[in-house]
């Protein structure tokens, strides 16, 4: 229960002023061609959504659509959990050791925590912000990927971040719309929490993500059904560097953070497993600590996106996108127009056909894939580079 202990309120109202913050700052480098094609997109996007950071009214028709995609027979019947406005569990002891509930006691159910021994799992949360161009431009510098856990009111107000981050070929996932607690939220909430992200991430990058990390890591056996419904893989953490305590204000120095790192480089000659860490794209504090750190990182572990280190070399739905993997897949796209669900489309020049993925989705709707729109026919391959 600790987690719904931490701060919400600052860490929502940080977020809150994220969304109504100046344009982002203009990349200091040039922005690189995008690896993934990107389709046309005006600067307005065309879809309804709800205010930025509001939870959204589930009374629509697309609401209900949504809903009616589900086998809800298939989701526990767990009860909402009452949160306070601070983030503190009401009655947590009327939770059921059935909920598996995350915030209660840390408890895992199939969701992924760790990479294989070796590895660091690279991800950042609450983007895009005004301060992710200065992190993207030191990923692309460095040649790496990351998993992006995007909040979807950040995605409409900071979208030039997340369209190239999309075309670099990060792995792109949900990070919620509003960034409330999901055990505190209705099945009907939460699902429009989780689709108008998925939404928002699709209209401008033409990827549907299937990865999914609940805010504050707050994920019950409910909510995991209802993920599972919708396709989705949950990524929680096995180390947290708390950075978001360098909030402005906040009571965390950047030296803890660092040493935080120091530490687990320390440790790593007796891992047992590698890693999949906490890092947010939130303050400059935040993404000051990623550029410090990753360069160490690197030089520890192999650093790629969660997906690359479960060797899932397809993280959206639409399979002809493949982004590389630790076993040695290649990012690009098949543009093959019969591309069908469940078909490998590894790209041209890939060494490796991946075996082997995390996945606990075995329910995921079935849907026709929407053909990537291929704006820039040079930047279609990209093949022979390994990318994570
Ligand atoms: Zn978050």
Redesign the pocket.
């Known amino acids: 229960m600790l987690a719904k202990q931490l701060s919400l309120a600052s ?1 929502m109202v940080a977020l809150a002023s994220a969304a109504t913050a100046p344009a982002p700052t203009p990349s200091s480098t040039p922005i690189p061609a995008p690896l993934i094609p990107l389709p046309p997109f005006n600067g307005t996007f065309a879809g309804s959504y709800p205010p930025t950071f509001a939870i959204a009214a589930t009374s629509s028709p697309q609401v209900a659509k949504w809903m009616s995609e589900l086998n809800l027979t298939a989701v526990p019947d767990i009860p909402v959990v009452k949160v306070t406005s601070g983030g503190t569990i009401v009655s947590p002891n009327s939770i059921p050791a059935s909920a598996c509930d995350w915030s209660v006691d840390n408890c895992i159910n199939k969701d992924i925590t760790t990479c294989p021994v070796g590895v660091w799992g690279l991800s950042y ?2 983007g895009p912000t005004e301060f992710s161009p200065q992190l993207y431009d030191f990923l692309d510098k460095t040649n790496q990927k990351a998993t992006l ?1 995007y ?1 979807g009111s950040n995605v409409l107000t900071n979208w030039q971040s997340a369209r190239r981050a999309c075309g670099a070929g990060h792995q792109i996932a949900v ?1 919620t719309w509003s ?1 409330h607690y999901s055990t505190s939220l209705t099945n009907e909430q939460f699902v429009a929490e989780v689709k108008y992200t998925e939404m928002a991430i699709k209209e401008l990058c033409g990827v549907t993500p299937t990865y999914f ?1 609940p ?2 890591g707050d994920i019950d056996n409910r909510i995991r059904g209802l993920l599972t419904q919708m396709g989705y893989t949950s990524v929680i953490w096995d180390l947290d560097t708390n950075d978001w305590e360098m909030a402005p204000g906040g009571k965390l120095s950047m030296q803890s953070v660092n040493s935080a790192f120091d530490a687990w480089i320390a440790k790593a000659p007796q891992d047992t497993t590698g890693h999949v860490c906490l890092e ?1 794209e939130l303050y400059q504090n935040t993404v000051n600590a990623a550029i410090t750190n990753l360069p160490k990182l690197q030089k520890t572990w192999k650093t790629m996106p969660v997906a690359a280190c479960v060797n899932d070399p397809h993280p959206y739905r639409e399979k002809n996108i493949t982004l590389a993997t630790l076993n040695g897949a290649k990012t690009g796209v098949n543009n093959a127009s019969n591309t069908t669900v469940g078909n490998s489309a590894v790209s041209p020049g890939a060494s490796a056909t991946p075996t082997g993925t995390a996945k606990t989705g075995g329910s995921t709707p079935a849907r026709a894939l929407t053909s990537v729109t291929v704006a820039v026919a040079a930047a279609v391959i990209c093949a022979g580079q390994m990318l994570l």
Request: aromatic content about 18%; charged content about 25%.
């Open positions: 860490i949360d609450d856990f909040i990070h960034h990390r805010p504050y947010h």
